[in-house]
């Protein structure tokens, strides 16, 4: 008989579930289903409750820790009466992935092979073998242990503690040879502790996530829709949430992702090229253990509101048609605190995100398709990254790099503050400029350190549809550098000082004051060009250059939650080089 690549991956991934037990069971916790607001039944197992539940059924789990993971296969509902797994409120409830044998000191389970020169351990894996090399391991206080994709890297060791994982078996060895069995060590044991699978119309709110071998929550490509993710925290990670690529059958649909904390304690001594020199290849993040994202979404029709990503490679990598990203806190991003790469995305909207101790702000490289609207974001590269050996280096908010791809275009970007110590934009000479169509910088405030290089090394024409109006520049050097590509690009905007109140508190304070230059010096060209804004503005008056008017409070981005700083509050270790 022959049996399709994608039968064979789904028995063998179901085959994995009954072998080693994906749902384990949470025995001192109750997991409780509710239908009609009757309790019909409690089980010892979330997984029993999720099988058996119909729409409108309420899966409420009490109180504690459970090492557990979910398959949610096949199971949909009308999205007006979903399928609710929730934690109890005011309850914390917590899915926690790890290999709970490891998480004791003095288990015995790790034994030194002289051969390999590593410590090895044999620990459960559910999924895929090849997420198994994205497996992050972490300390008891989180701080993150080095994945490594071959054992060639894991050997060289350049990140210090070092992790090699093929499957079940994982290869550890930690500075000063260190004897994990005296640790309490976290390494997870399943592709998604919440993995969806051709189901739709479900709810999940309310629950901590922790220590997945890939990711928080898994979406499956075009079979799952009418997701809701709520009041989420997911921790040490490779990523929070992810959905499956374009080439696994299409894209999600429906999924709203709101009020999450994605959460990892980064090593921010790590240098920026192991990314890349730590992975089978430079284009493919899932070849590569650095390279994680708190939220790596390809879907349509789809929402990511108030929530906080920290401590990732990339905040966000997204592609899609219909986004809408508001109102996100993002910060302590080793590389793009949203990365918008794509040769298909369609009416996507960014605006009112905060993001602060950035390498990279916004990446657009070779966006094709359109419209993308960027508006309203205060993006501050701030922190001083370290690339390779001793080299350290500040970033840029905006990145256009190399467009390997069939060009950007119909990319506006407008009424945003850009602050930065490094460049204001990051344009490369090979970045292909020539390529680019239909892409305006229109009332942004560019607002950059004494030190930071121009980074303006290519523009394309104005014939292209490139356009630049009513910024301010803290710096002639923009305003030369535009004006030599092109005397059109005169009208970029104004030398100024934007005043800002407080930008350097966490978060920081975009808001400016009453003798800022930006005070009425905007264009009305965002305004008659009939882009959306979430602020009203008078067509007849000329607005503020920047996200928040003068007298206008700041928006609260991110959770209600303070944020999660667990590098010291003045990041010394992020702001400095050593």
Not at 345 to 360: A, M, Q
Not at 480 to 501: C, E, K, N, W
Request: proline share 5%; aromatic share 10%.
């Amino acid at each position: 008989m022959v049996v399709s690549r994608m039968i064979f991956t789904r028995i063998h991934f179901l085959s994995h579930l009954c072998c080693i037990g994906w749902a384990l069971s949470s025995s001192a916790q109750t997991v409780e289903l509710w239908r009609t607001d009757q309790l019909l039944e409690s089980f010892d197992s979330i997984q029993k409750a999720v099988d058996v539940a119909l729409a409108g059924d309420r899966i409420q789990l009490r109180e504690g820790v459970y090492h557990e993971s979910v398959y949610i296969d096949g199971k949909h509902a009308d999205p007006a009466n979903p399928i609710v797994l929730e934690g109890t409120p005011g309850e914390r409830v917590v899915l926690d992935d790890a290999d709970p044998g490891l998480q004791i000191s003095e288990n015995g389970r790790w034994q030194w092979d002289e051969g390999d020169d590593a410590w090895i351990a044999t620990v459960p894996w559910s999924g895929r073998d090849s997420r198994s090399l994205l497996s992050w391991a972490s300390y008891d206080d989180g701080r993150l242990i080095a994945s490594h994709h071959n054992e060639e890297k894991f050997k060289e060791g350049a990140r210090g503690d070092a992790l090699w994982r093929t499957g079940e078996h994982v290869h550890l060895r930690l500075l000063d040879k260190v004897d994990p069995n005296t640790l309490s060590l976290n390494i997870g044991r399943s592709e998604a502790i919440i993995y969806f699978n051709d189901s739709s119309g479900w709810v999940i709110r309310n629950l901590t996530l922790r220590h997945a071998g890939f990711a928080g929550v898994y979406l499956n490509g075009k079979g799952v829709s009418d997701i809701e993710l709520e009041h989420l925290t997911i921790e040490d990670s490779f990523r929070g949430i992810s959905s499956e690529d374009y080439g696994a059958g299409g894209p999600s649909s429906r999924i709203q992702i709101s009020d999450c904390r994605i959460l990892n304690r980064w090593d921010f001594s790590w240098a920026w090229k192991e990314g890349y020199r730590d992975a089978e290849s430079p284009s493919s993040d899932e070849a590569a253990p650095v390279r994680g994202s708190g939220i790596h979404l390809r879907a349509r029709d789809s929402k990511i509101l108030r929530c906080e990503v920290a401590g990732q490679w990339d905040g966000m990598q997204l592609q899609g048609t219909n986004l809408t990203i508001q109102r996100n806190l993002i910060h302590h991003i080793k590389d793009d605190m949203i990365e918008l790469e794509s040769n298909n995305s369609k009416n996507v909207r960014v605006f009112e995100n905060i993001g602060f101790n950035l390498f990279s702000g916004l990446s657009v490289v070779a966006n094709r398709g359109g419209p993308v609207y960027i508006y309203r974001n205060f993006i501050q590269t701030n922190m001083l990254s370290r690339m390779y050996d001793d080299v350290w280096r500040y970033g840029y908010p905006l990145k256009f790099g190399n467009d390997w791809g069939p060009g950007a275009e119909h990319i506006y970007i407008y009424q945003n503050t850009f602050d930065s110590l490094g460049r204001s934009m990051f344009v490369a000479r090979r970045s292909n400029p020539q390529k680019w169509r239909n892409i305006e910088w229109v009332n942004n405030i560019f607002s950059r350190g004494d030190d930071g290089p121009v980074g303006i090394e290519g523009m394309g024409a104005p014939d292209q549809g490139l356009h630049w109006e009513g910024n301010l520049f803290t710096k002639k050097e923009e305003m030369d550098r535009l004006r030599a590509y092109d005397a059109a690009y005169s009208t970029a905007g104004i030398l100024g000082q934007p005043g800002f109140v407080s930008p350097n508190r966490y978060p920081p304070d975009p808001s400016i004051r009453e003798d800022s230059d930006v005070v009425g010096a905007g264009s009305l060209r965002a305004i008659e060009s009939g882009w959306p804004d979430s602020i009203e503005s008078d067509s007849t008056t000329a607005p503020e250059i920047g996200a928040i008017p003068f007298g206008m409070a700041v928006f609260k981005a991110g959770t209600s939650q303070p944020p999660f700083l667990p590098w010291n509050e003045c990041d010394e270790a992020s702001t400095a080089a050593p």
